[in-house]
C-alpha cells in the first residue's frame, strides 16, 4: 500500500510536457512576408518599366525631330538652292537670248521660281529660332541684294543694253555665291544636327536595351529565388507536418519535435504538433500506468472481499455454534471481531486507492481538455496559413497582370517602330526623287531605317523575355496551389487527431464515474463494517446472553456475506473498464 501511495503521489505531482511555443511578430507573418517579397518585385518591374518608356520617348523624340522638323527643313534648304540656281541659270538665258518672246517666257519662268523661293523661305523662317534665325536673316538680306542686281541687270538686257547687263550681273554673281555658301552652311548644320540626334537616339537605344536585359535577368533570377523559398519555408515544412499528423493519426507517438526554425505561422505550428504529440504521449502513459495500477488493486480488493466474505461465514458459523454451545460464545466473537478488523483496514486502504484513482482521473480528464484547446489552435493556425498562402496567389496574379502591362508596352513601342521604319522607307523615296541634293538626306533616312529594325528586334526578345516571366509565374502560382492543398490535408489530419483525443477523454470521463460509483461502495461496505464490530463487540460482552441475540447476529452475518458480493461485483466491473481503457490506448506507441 505504500508503495502505491508514493506511485500516486509522484504521478499526481509531474504536470504534462509543455513546448515553448514561438511569438510571432509583425515581421515574422508569412503573409507579410510574401507580400513583402512579391511588393519589392512588382516595384522593381513597375521601376524598369518607367525606366524604359522614358527612354524610348526621348529615341521616339528624337526620331520625330529628325522626320518632321530636321529632314523636312533640310528638303527645304535644297529647294531655296535648286530655285535660286534656276533663277541665276534662266537669267543668263535671259540676257543671252535676243527673242523678246523668248525672253518673256524666260521672265516668266523667273518670276515663278521667285514666288515658290519666297514661299520656302517664309515656311523655313517660322520654323527656325535662336542662332539659326540670324543666319537665315542674313539668307534673306543676300537673297534681297541678289534680287536687287538681278533685276536690275534683266531691266537693262530688256532694255538691249546688253554689255552693261552683263556688267550688273557679274555683281549679282558674288551677292549669289554669299547666298549659296550660306546655304551649304544651313545644311552642313542641319545634317550635323540630324547625326547628333541619331547619335544620341543610338545612345538611349543602347541603354534601354541593357537597362530591360539587366531587368528581366533580374526578375528571373527573383522568381527562382522566390520559388527556392516557397519551398523551403511552406511546401517541405508543411508537407512534414502533414506526415507526422498522420503518424499520430495512426498511434505513431514516438518521434522526436519537429525542428523548423521559421518564426512565422510555419514554425508556430510545427511547435504546436510537437506539443499536441508530447501531451499525447503523456497522457496515454499516465492512463496505461492508471490502468495497470487500478488492475493491482482490483485483484487486492478482491482478495479483501473473499476475506471479509469467508469472515462473514465464519461468523454465521460462529452463530451456529453458539446455538449449539454457548459457552464458545465468547471466543466466536472475538474472533469475529478481529475479522471485522481486518475487514475496516482493508475498506480504508481500498478507500484511500480509490480517492487517489479519482484524482489521477481528473488529471487525466483535464490534460485531454488542454490537448483539445492545443488542437483548436492547431485548426486555427491552419487556417491562417491557409489565409497567407491564398494571399500569396492574389499577389502571383497581380505580378502576371503587371507582366501583361509589360507587354502591351512592348507592342506600343513595336507599332512606333514600324511606323518610323515607314517614316525613314518614305524618307528615302522622297531622297532618291531629289538626285544628287537628296544624297544626304538618303544616309539620313537609311540610318533612321536600320535604327528601327534593330528597335523591332529587341522588341521581339524583350517579347519572348516577358512570355517567359509569365511562365515563371504561373509555376509559382501552381507551387501556392500545392501549399493550400497540403494545409487542407493537414487540416483533416488534425480534426481526426481531436476526434481521437475527444475518444480518449470520454472513456476517462467513464472510468472517472464508475471510481465514484466504488467509492460510493466502499463508504457503504465501511458503514456495515462499523456495525459487524459493534455486534461483535456486544456478544462479546453479552456472552451469558448469547441464547437471546444469535438470531440477531446469525442475520448481521448474512448481511455482511451479501454486502460482500455486491463490493466484489463492483471490483469486478472496475477490472473490466480498466482492461478497456488500455485496450483503447494499447493502439498508441510510446
Given at each position: 500500500?505504500?508503495?502505491?501511495?508514493?506511485?500516486?503521489?509522484?504521478?499526481?505531482?509531474?504536470?504534462?510536457?509543455?513546448?515553448?511555443?514561438?511569438?510571432?511578430?509583425?515581421?515574422?507573418?508569412?503573409?507579410?512576408?510574401?507580400?513583402?517579397?512579391?511588393?519589392?518585385?512588382?516595384?522593381?518591374?513597375?521601376?524598369?518599366?518607367?525606366?524604359?518608356?522614358?527612354?524610348?520617348?526621348?529615341?521616339?523624340?528624337?526620331?520625330?525631330?529628325?522626320?518632321?522638323?530636321?529632314?523636312?527643313?533640310?528638303?527645304?534648304?535644297?529647294?531655296?538652292?535648286?530655285?535660286?540656281?534656276?533663277?541665276?541659270?534662266?537669267?543668263?538665258?535671259?540676257?543671252?537670248?535676243?527673242?523678246?518672246?523668248?525672253?518673256?517666257?524666260?521672265?516668266?519662268?523667273?518670276?515663278?521660281?521667285?514666288?515658290?523661293?519666297?514661299?520656302?523661305?517664309?515656311?523655313?523662317?517660322?520654323?527656325?529660332?535662336?542662332?539659326?534665325?540670324?543666319?537665315?536673316?542674313?539668307?534673306?538680306?543676300?537673297?534681297?541684294?541678289?534680287?536687287?542686281?538681278?533685276?536690275?541687270?534683266?531691266?537693262?538686257?530688256?532694255?538691249?543694253?546688253?554689255?552693261?547687263?552683263?556688267?550688273?550681273?557679274?555683281?549679282?554673281?558674288?551677292?549669289?555665291?554669299?547666298?549659296?555658301?550660306?546655304?551649304?552652311?544651313?545644311?552642313?548644320?542641319?545634317?550635323?544636327?540630324?547625326?547628333?540626334?541619331?547619335?544620341?537616339?543610338?545612345?538611349?537605344?543602347?541603354s534601354a536595351r541593357i537597362v530591360v536585359m539587366v531587368s528581366v535577368v533580374i526578375v528571373m533570377l527573383l522568381t527562382l529565388l522566390m520559388n527556392i523559398l516557397v519551398?523551403?519555408?511552406?511546401?517541405?515544412?508543411?508537407?512534414?507536418?502533414?506526415?507526422?499528423?498522420?503518424?499520430?493519426?495512426?498511434?505513431?507517438?514516438?518521434?522526436?519535435?519537429?525542428?523548423?526554425?521559421?518564426?512565422?505561422?510555419?514554425?508556430?505550428?510545427?511547435?504546436?504538433?510537437?506539443?499536441?504529440?508530447?501531451?499525447?504521449?503523456?497522457?496515454?502513459?499516465?492512463?496505461?500506468?492508471?490502468?495497470?495500477?487500478?488492475?493491482?488493486?482490483?485483484?487486492?480488493?478482491?482478495?479483501?472481499?473473499?476475506?471479509?466474505?469467508?469472515?462473514?461465514?465464519?461468523?454465521?458459523?460462529?452463530?451456529?455454534?453458539?446455538?449449539?454451545?454457548?459457552?464458545?460464545?465468547?471466543?466466536?466473537?472475538?474472533?469475529?471481531?478481529?475479522?471485522?478488523?481486518?475487514?475496516?483496514?482493508?475498506?480504508?486502504?481500498?478507500?484511500?486507492?480509490?480517492?487517489?484513482?479519482?484524482?489521477?482521473?481528473?488529471?487525466?480528464?483535464?490534460?485531454?481538455?488542454?490537448?483539445?484547446?492545443?488542437?483548436?489552435?492547431?485548426v486555427t493556425q491552419m487556417s491562417e496559413l491557409a489565409d497567407a498562402v491564398s494571399e500569396s496567389m492574389k499577389m502571383v496574379e497581380s505580378l502576371i497582370g503587371r507582366?501583361?502591362?509589360?507587354?502591351?508596352?512592348?507592342?506600343?513601342?513595336?507599332?512606333?517602330?514600324?511606323?518610323?521604319?515607314?517614316?525613314?522607307?518614305?524618307?528615302?523615296?522622297?531622297?532618291?526623287?531629289?538626285?544628287?541634293?537628296?544624297?544626304?538626306?538618303?544616309?539620313?533616312?537609311?540610318?533612321?531605317?536600320?535604327?528601327?529594325?534593330?528597335?523591332?528586334?529587341?522588341v521581339g526578345e524583350i517579347t519572348a523575355i516577358t512570355q517567359a516571366i509569365h511562365t515563371d509565374s504561373s509555376s509559382v502560382a501552381d507551387s501556392l496551389r500545392q501549399?493550400?492543398?497540403?494545409?487542407?490535408?493537414?487540416?483533416?489530419?488534425?480534426?481526426?487527431?481531436?476526434?481521437?483525443?475527444?475518444?480518449?477523454?470520454?472513456?476517462?470521463?467513464?472510468?472517472?464515474?464508475?471510481?465514484?460509483?466504488?467509492?460510493?461502495?466502499?463508504?457503504?461496505?465501511?458503514?456495515?463494517?462499523?456495525?459487524?464490530?459493534?455486534?461483535?463487540?456486544?456478544?462479546?460482552?453479552?456472552?451469558?446472553?448469547?441464547?437471546?441475540?444469535?438470531?440477531?447476529?446469525?442475520?448481521?452475518?448474512?448481511?455482511?456475506?451479501?454486502?460482500?458480493?455486491?463490493?466484489?461485483?463492483?471490483?469486478?466491473?472496475?477490472?473490466?473498464?480498466?482492461?478497456?481503457?488500455?485496450?483503447?490506448?494499447?493502439?498508441?506507441?510510446?
Amino acid at each position: 500500500m505504500q508503495k502505491n501511495h508514493k506511485f500516486m503521489s509522484s504521478f499526481k505531482s509531474r504536470p504534462l510536457p509543455r513546448l515553448r511555443l514561438r511569438k510571432l511578430n509583425l515581421l515574422g507573418k508569412l503573409r507579410v512576408k510574401m507580400a513583402i517579397c512579391f511588393t519589392g518585385i512588382g516595384l522593381f518591374v513597375l521601376l524598369t518599366g518607367v525606366i524604359s518608356l522614358y527612354q524610348m520617348n526621348g529615341m521616339q523624340k528624337n526620331t520625330e525631330d529628325i522626320t518632321r522638323k530636321t529632314l523636312p527643313a533640310l528638303e527645304q534648304l535644297y529647294d531655296m538652292s535648286f530655285y535660286s540656281e534656276h533663277i541665276m541659270s534662266v537669267s543668263l538665258q535671259h540676257f543671252q537670248n535676243e527673242d523678246q518672246s523668248a525672253k518673256q517666257q524666260l521672265s516668266e519662268e523667273r518670276d515663278s521660281y521667285i514666288r515658290k523661293f519666297a514661299q520656302v523661305r517664309t515656311s523655313y523662317e517660322k520654323s527656325v529660332s535662336g542662332p539659326e534665325l540670324d543666319q537665315v536673316k542674313s539668307l534673306s538680306g543676300q537673297w534681297d541684294e541678289f534680287m536687287r542686281i538681278n533685276d536690275q541687270a534683266l531691266k537693262l538686257s530688256t532694255q538691249q543694253d546688253e554689255e552693261l547687263a552683263q556688267e550688273v550681273s557679274g555683281k549679282g554673281v558674288t551677292a549669289f555665291n554669299a547666298m549659296q555658301k550660306t546655304l551649304d552652311e544651313l545644311v552642313q548644320q542641319k545634317k550635323s544636327e540630324a547625326v547628333m540626334k541619331e547619335g544620341l537616339s543610338g545612345d538611349i537605344f543602347r541603354s534601354a536595351r541593357i537597362v530591360v536585359m539587366v531587368s528581366v535577368v533580374i526578375v528571373m533570377l527573383l522568381t527562382l529565388l522566390m520559388n527556392i523559398l516557397v519551398h523551403r519555408a511552406i511546401t517541405s515544412p508543411i508537407g512534414r507536418v502533414t506526415s507526422r499528423l498522420k503518424r499520430i493519426a495512426e498511434g505513431d507517438l514516438k518521434e522526436e519535435p519537429l525542428k523548423v526554425r521559421s518564426r512565422d505561422e510555419i514554425g508556430t505550428l510545427a511547435d504546436t504538433v510537437s506539443a499536441m504529440n508530447a501531451a499525447l504521449l503523456d497522457i496515454v502513459t499516465r492512463i496505461r500506468s492508471v490502468s495497470g495500477t487500478i488492475g493491482e488493486q482490483s485483484v487486492q480488493l478482491g482478495v479483501s472481499t473473499m476475506e471479509a466474505r469467508e469472515g462473514g461465514r465464519q461468523i454465521a458459523a460462529t452463530m451456529e455454534e453458539l446455538a449449539d454451545a454457548a459457552g464458545g460464545q465468547a471466543d466466536a466473537a472475538s474472533d469475529a471481531a478481529s475479522a471485522v478488523d481486518r475487514l475496516n483496514a482493508s475498506i480504508e486502504e481500498a478507500a484511500a486507492k480509490g480517492e487517489q484513482l479519482a484524482e489521477a482521473s481528473r488529471q487525466v480528464m483535464a490534460k485531454g481538455d488542454t490537448g483539445s484547446e492545443r488542437m483548436a489552435r492547431s485548426v486555427t493556425q491552419m487556417s491562417e496559413l491557409a489565409d497567407a498562402v491564398s494571399e500569396s496567389m492574389k499577389m502571383v496574379e497581380s505580378l502576371i497582370g503587371r507582366n501583361e502591362g509589360i507587354y502591351a508596352l512592348v507592342g506600343s513601342i513595336s507599332s512606333i517602330s514600324e511606323q518610323t521604319h515607314l517614316l525613314a522607307i518614305n524618307a528615302a523615296i522622297e531622297a532618291a526623287r531629289a538626285g544628287e541634293h537628296g544624297r544626304g538626306f538618303a544616309v539620313v533616312a537609311d540610318e533612321v531605317r536600320r535604327l528601327s529594325e534593330q528597335v523591332q528586334q529587341i522588341v521581339g526578345e524583350i517579347t519572348a523575355i516577358t512570355q517567359a516571366i509569365h511562365t515563371d509565374s504561373s509555376s509559382v502560382a501552381d507551387s501556392l496551389r500545392q501549399g493550400m492543398e497540403q494545409t487542407a490535408e493537414g487540416r483533416r489530419r488534425i480534426a481526426k487527431t481531436g476526434e481521437a483525443l475527444a475518444d480518449i477523454t470520454s472513456s476517462v470521463g467513464v472510468m472517472a464515474e464508475t471510481i465514484a460509483s466504488v467509492s460510493e461502495e466502499l463508504q457503504m461496505m465501511r458503514k456495515t463494517s462499523d456495525e459487524m464490530r459493534r455486534f461483535s463487540l456486544r456478544t462479546a460482552e453479552l456472552s451469558q446472553q448469547s441464547a437471546a441475540g444469535v438470531e440477531e447476529t446469525s442475520a448481521s452475518a448474512t448481511e455482511q456475506v451479501h454486502t460482500n458480493g455486491v463490493v466484489a461485483s463492483g471490483i469486478e466491473r472496475l477490472k473490466t473498464l480498466s482492461d478497456e481503457l488500455e485496450q483503447s490506448v494499447s493502439r498508441f506507441q510510446v
